[in-house]
């Protein structure tokens, strides 16, 4: 009798969708492609009518190089990465405090990074004063004191005028609760509520 050898077959892969069942946990979502934010610089006015340009990454590194430095000069931080730390725990904080108009316009005048610290931030559903502020941040920062934190706290926000401008420094202060001025190394002329 003639030998014969078993045919081995190749099994068939099919794709098919499973079926929905509402015990089934949910499938995943898709990979979105990552959104590119452009910041815009204001137009020159040697070229009038010209449009503005983009800036480019590296530009915005520099501008968040910048902050972070001019906070670590001002909190005389050791390491430019406790300064970034602290930039990063104390603008999420007012992130969260400052809204509508004056939020915008504040992360439109921060570089790129801070401003993604801002504006990723929930609106506070309660104000904070001052000192609650303070007390907040000290919260977030392992081992702060409030007197550790009101000097993180300051020296961030104090550098950040220069960026702002006077007009969108002093409507900030003017939006928060009385206290926030000093802060901001301003003088706090409000009157007590």
Sequence with gaps: MPTTTPKTTTPKTTLTTPAWTPDAPPLPRPAKAPRTRVH???PTTSQPGTLPQPTTSREQDEGWRSLTEAVQEAG???TRAEAER???????????????????ALAQALPHEA???VASQIPATRRLTAAE???AVAARIEGATPATARWDVSSVLSVLPPLLGE???NRIIAELPTGYALLFGRA??????
Aim: aromatic share 4%; charged share 20%.
């Design 40 to 42: 815009q610089t204001a």
């Design 115 to 117: 401003a993604t610290v």
């Design 76 to 78: 005389q931080y050791t």
């Design 86 to 104: 602290v930039t990063r725990i104390v603008l999420s904080a007012l992130g969260g405090h400052v809204i509508g108009e004056e939020r915008v």
């Design 188 to 193: 706090d002329l409000a009157p007590q509520q």
């Design 133 to 135: 502020f303070v007390d």
């Design 167 to 169: 007009d969108l420094t």
